[in-house]
């Protein structure tokens, strides 16, 4: 039977999602585990997971450092034989610094988490951090950040945030060459000892693994001391008031880099799924209105986009393109246009639909593996939502209406809220 190429296939839209539960755990030592279960595969990947985020900074970029530094020697093993010792066991290592959250991460085979174990605990207590290496992983940050800082894009997102949050906000602050020059020893090493050092954390344990593998847990991570005393607060400077655009004029370059956006919420708060759905009608996909637009049909731009990045204690919603320097003012006058349309006329039905079943199979799509299902779950376990956030997912999503795109459109995307930075020229 020959296939009819002019009929688009059938298809039926996701309405609900079944995941699986996570297993908690409380080892001896008070640490928190969660479990997922999935054996498709014999590997699993083990994450320690710190409240020791830029948040908790006291000197700039100390965070980053202390967490990539945790590999580069203990009292008994070298940089170079910590790798060696993984390598042997085909197991990887990711030390993952972020705005609220930092994680020490290790992929292996099940079969050999219980050698790897003895030496993942030794580098979260013991680590020395050797001048040396930190003196070339300065250097290596200090040449990667001169070469994005002669990138527009890159310097319009530090401008972006800095003037969402303020320059010496948690979530304002990026790395800049400067201050990773200033950055000693000693900071490194107060950043691990105040906030890392002996404080609890959670693992969060996904793939192949079981009882079994929780009870090497136990015996090796579960005996480690830890002080459960409160963490002193950092002084978070005051978020600014709205500014006038800001404009990094470069006079040779051909391009600009725009970012048009504003400070929002976190995906607690009651219209986030209502923003979120408005934000991808707006220009969360492909065939976002955006795309069509200034990519399609104006030819400005090979990609534009809006996403609404979350973080534990606050978010933002953001606009990006790099365009032609002379389509500049054009683009932004489109943008707007595009926003007044959201606010004044409902989205159709169809449209609407193509945007709730994309994001359906998006985030379905997102939880192939187990490793990608845990990711899903730190939201819930680090960022205070409900257990049920997850499975009523898609409900949420297909429960906004045309009116409700609207409403969020007038109350959230009013040009006199949003914050606009250019870096290139107008």
């Known amino acids: 039977m020959l296939l009819d190429r002019t009929q688009p296939p059938a298809f039926q839209s996701i309405q609900n999602v079944s995941l699986p539960l996570l297993k908690p755990y409380t080892l001896d030592n008070g640490v928190r585990l969660n479990l997922i279960d999935i054996p498709s595969q014999p590997v699993l ?48 290592l990711e030390l993952n610094s972020g705005p609220d959250r930092s994680s020490v991460v290790v992929y292996c085979l099940t079969k050999f ?21 930190l003196d070339d992983l300065r250097n290596i940050t200090m040449q990667n950040l001169r070469i994005n800082y002669e990138k527009n894009a890159y310097m319009a997102g530090v401008l972006f945030r800095a003037k969402v949050f303020g320059a010496t906000h948690p979530y304002g602050r990026s790395q800049n060459p400067d201050a990773v020059e200033q950055l000693t020893q000693a900071d490194v090493v107060a950043f691990y000892e105040r906030v890392i050092k ?41 978020i600014p008031d709205a500014t006038a655009p800001t404009l990094l004029e470069k006079e040779d370059s051909v391009q600009s880099s725009i970012r048009l ?15 979120l759905v408005t934000n991808e009608v707006l220009g969360g996909y492909f065939g976002s209105r955006l795309m069509k637009n200034i990519r399609e049909e104006k030819g400005f731009t090979y990609g534009i986009s809006s996403n ?21 003012q054009e683009t932004l006058d489109e943008i707007h246009k595009e926003i007044r349309q959201l606010q004044t006329e409902p989205v159709g039905t169809d449209e609407l639909e193509t945007v709730k079943n994309y994001m359906s199979g998006e ?25 049920d956030f997850l499975t009523t997912y898609i409900q949420h999503i297909r429960a906004v209406s045309p009116d409700d795109v609207m409403a969020m459109a ?17």
């Not at 988490?113 to 290496?133: H, R, Y």
């Not at 990711?375 to 960022?383: E, G, N, T």
Request: hydrophobic share 40%; proline share 8%.
């Open 198 to 238: 002996n404080r609890p954390f959670q693992i969060l344990l996904a793939g192949q693994a079981s009882e079994v593998e929780v009870d090497y847990i136990n015996k090796t991570i579960g005996q480690l001391p830890i002080t459960y005393d409160t963490l002193a607060d950092v002084v978070i400077p005051p």
């Open 410 to 426: 007038k109350r959230y995307l009013n040009p006199d809220q949003l914050q606009e930075v250019i870096v290139g020229g107008k």
């Open 363 to 387: 985030f379905v799509g997102s939880l192939n593996t187990p490793f990608e299902i845990a990711d899903r779950y730190k939201v819930i376990l680090f960022d205070g939502l409900p257990a």
């Open 308 to 328: 609404m990045p979350s973080f534990r204690r606050d978010g933002y919603f953001l606009i990006g393109t790099d365009v032609k320097r002379e389509n500049t």
């Open 261 to 275: 956006g504003r400070r929002l919420f976190t995906r607690s708060h009651p219209d986030f799924f209502r923003m």
């Open 113 to 133: 988490l219980p050698n790897v174990l003895p030496l993942l605990s030794e580098m979260i207590t013991e680590p020395i951090f050797p001048q040396k290496e």
């Open 45 to 92: 990947r083990l994450e320690c997971i710190f409240d020791a985020g830029t948040w908790h900074e006291q000197a700039p970029t100390s965070g980053f450092f202390a967490l990539k530094m945790l590999s580069e020697g203990t009292p008994g093993r070298t940089s170079a034989q910590i790798s060696e010792y993984f390598d042997g066991y085909g197991a990887f």
